[in-house]
Each structure stands twice: as structure tokens, then as C-alpha cells.
């Protein structure tokens, strides 16, 4: 990507779920639109998402931010909620309810139980996550996109984010809970006192993730929590290096806007590891690869302006733009201005 001119044939963004997914549906509209410097229709778009949120339930296994892509992306997606199918109905939940099976603090929708169901058996049947979610989309993703948009498992190997809380009845005076207890049934209201990422050590990226990172002219972290999200991604070996050696500029959103995030959980999240709650810490967070770090470029929001001295200051271009994803437009707008932040290439 020498020049503003160049055509941007391949993008590669690592992603969380809601924030991840609503930025790539703008980002795409923008390549299709030619609102993104050279974007176009033709452009190919790899997403490489985090699934250290998997857990099992119920015999399933449920994969949240996959789902949340594939739902977004396939035009599936609950967009109240931001998460779950359009039209979705709760039989099944009420039932389980019912017979008193726990958890009943995590409900999976009816038509959502289908997809849980297909990926499954065939994990079961010996299949990969990676090549179970190339089949789950074919139906959502091929017709909508043409073959265009692909994603990809951060990991076919099993990750597992868990949150260390105050447990005063412990011995150690603490428990350990899976991430989707913390964040759906305690909402995130108690402080996390670490995060612990269960099995990232021994897991290897999935087939494609690292030639796609390697193969792109963009590299893109969007505004996705950049502690069980982003982070979890970059700490799967091998994934965290491609970044800092691929040829591509490498430009990151920031998730938050003040001083905290607009969703989800990266106030907690930042402040269980010690970063301060600000666009310009975790852009100092993520660093800069002239630097050891993984970034050449970091937008933040309009209201905080004042630390882009600061971010140029540790080495990273830096823009201040309007960072709300209000609609399509809104934030194929955003993505033009990450693109544009970079567009002579590396820092």
C-alpha cells in the first residue's frame, strides 16, 4: 500500500463480536461504495475472530463472536440486541427453565440453537472449528458477499477466557469463573481482579489466519476489547509476530471514547491488567511497531483529541475523527480515515 492511490485488494481485520462485527459491515459498505480509499468492489476482506469466548452448554458448543460475525455480516443479526437472530423465539430456553437445568442465566434462542447444533456434531465428527465455520458460511456469507468476505477462527485449538472475582468464602478469597459467567450473569459489575486465558499457550493459529495477515495491504484492529478480544487473538502463537512483520500498514480503532468504552466491557477489562481507561493508553497498549509494538496507526474520537500529541509521541500516527458507529455511512466513514491515517504505507 505505497500511496493513497493504491488499490487495496486485501484486508485482514482481528475481531471481537459486536463492535467487531459493526465495524466490518461499515467498512465493507465503505469498500463497496469507493468511500475508503482504494476500496472497491472487488476487495477481499479476511476476519480473523477471537474465540477464547467459547464455552459448552448444554452438550453445544457456542462460539459468540463467530456467531455475532457470521449473524452481522449474512444479514441475520438480532440488530437490537447486537447479538442473536433476527426473529428469534425462546421455546426451547423456557423449557430448560422449567426442568430447572442451570445454567438458566444463558439462553440460546431457537433458531440460534440450529447453528449450535450443526457446529457440534460436526466437531464430533472430527471436523475443525475452522472448517466447521467455512461450512456454517456458505449459507450465510457466500450469497450476500460472493465469495468476498471470509472468516476464520482465530484458532481451531480450545481457548478459554476466565475472570478471577472477590470470593470472600474462598480460601484464596477468590473464584474463577468463565467469561461468560462475568459478563452475562454478573454483567460485568464486579471488579475483575485478573484475567486468565485458559489453553492460549499451546494453541496454534488456525489454517489461513497467518497468510492472511501476511497476504494483506491492510491489517486492521477494530474497536473490540483489547483485553478478551483483540488481545486473545495477538496472544495465540505466532499471530502476535505476523502483525509486527507483515508488510502491510497495521491501523487500530480505539473502543474507547473518554473514559470508558461505548460497549461491552473494556473499562473492567483494562483495569484488571493496570492500563489506564483512555484512547491514548491503549493505543500506547497495543504500541507501536517501529516500537516492538503491533500498530503504525490509531484513531480516537473527536472528544479526545488531546492525545494524539501523546500517541504521535510514542511513536504512532494518530487522527482524532468521530468514533460512533451510528449507522453505515457513520462508519464506512471512520474506516476511510484508519485507512487514509496509514495510506503511505508502514511507520
Known amino acids: 500500500m505505497p500511496s493513497s492511490a493504491s488499490t487495496l485488494r486485501r484486508v485482514t481485520v482481528l475481531s471481537g463480536g459486536v463492535g467487531g462485527a459493526r465495524f466490518v459491515q461499515g467498512l465493507l459498505h465503505g469498500l463497496r461504495s469507493g468511500v475508503v480509499p482504494g476500496g472497491s468492489a472487488a476487495t477481499e476482506v479476511t476476519v480473523v475472530a477471537n474465540t477464547a469466548d467459547d464455552w459448552w452448554i448444554h452438550g453445544l458448543k457456542v462460539c459468540p463472536d463467530l456467531d455475532t460475525l457470521m449473524y452481522t455480516l449474512g444479514d441475520g443479526i438480532d440488530v437490537e440486541r447486537g447479538w442473536g437472530r433476527r426473529d428469534e423465539t425462546w421455546s426451547a430456553r423456557t423449557e430448560l427453565e422449567t426442568y430447572g437445568v442451570e445454567p438458566t442465566w444463558f439462553g440460546l434462542g431457537d433458531r440460534d440453537i440450529a447453528t449450535h447444533l450443526v457446529r457440534t ?24 458477499h460472493g465469495g468476498l468476505v471470509r472468516l476464520l477462527p482465530m484458532s481451531d485449538d480450545r481457548v478459554e477466557t476466565h475472570i478471577a472475582v472477590a ?51 491492510l491489517v486492521v484492529l477494530p474497536p473490540s476489547n483489547p483485553v478478551v478480544s483483540v488481545g ?49 493508553a491503549v493505543g500506547e497498549h497495543y504500541g507501536a511497531r517501529s516500537r516492538g509494538g503491533v500498530l503504525d496507526g490509531w484513531l480516537v474520537d473527536a472528544t479526545d483529541a488531546a492525545h494524539v500529541g501523546r500517541l504521535e509521541g510514542a511513536g504512532l500516527r494518530a487522527r482524532a475523527v468521530p468514533l460512533l458507529m451510528t449507522d453505515h455511512d457513520a462508519t464506512a466513514a471512520m474506516a476511510a480515515e484508519a485507512v487514509a491515517l496509514v495510506a503511505d504505507g508502514p511507520a
Open 232 to 280: 486473545t487473538i495477538l496472544g495465540v502463537a505466532g499471530i502476535r509476530d505476523a502483525v509486527r512483520a507483515t508488510e502491510a500498514p497495521v491501523v487500530g480503532v480505539s473502543p474507547i471514547i473518554g473514559a470508558s468504552h461505548v460497549h461491552g466491557m473494556a473499562r473492567q477489562m483494562l483495569t484488571s491488567i493496570g492500563v489506564e481507561v483512555s484512547a491514548g
Open 121 to 144: 456434531q460436526m466437531l464430533e465428527a472430527g471436523f475443525a472449528l475452522s472448517q466447521v465455520t467455512d461450512a456454517l458460511c456458505r449459507r450465510w456469507l457466500a450469497d450476500v
Open 167 to 217: 470470593d470472600p468464602a474462598s480460601p484464596s478469597g477468590r473464584r474463577v469463573i468463565h467469561f461468560q459467567e462475568y459478563w452475562v450473569r454478573l454483567r460485568a459489575e464486579v471488579p475483575a481482579e485478573a484475567v486468565l486465558v485458559v489453553g492460549q499457550d499451546a494453541a496454534t493459529p488456525a489454517p489461513g489466519v497467518l497468510d492472511a495477515i501476511a497476504g494483506a495491504d
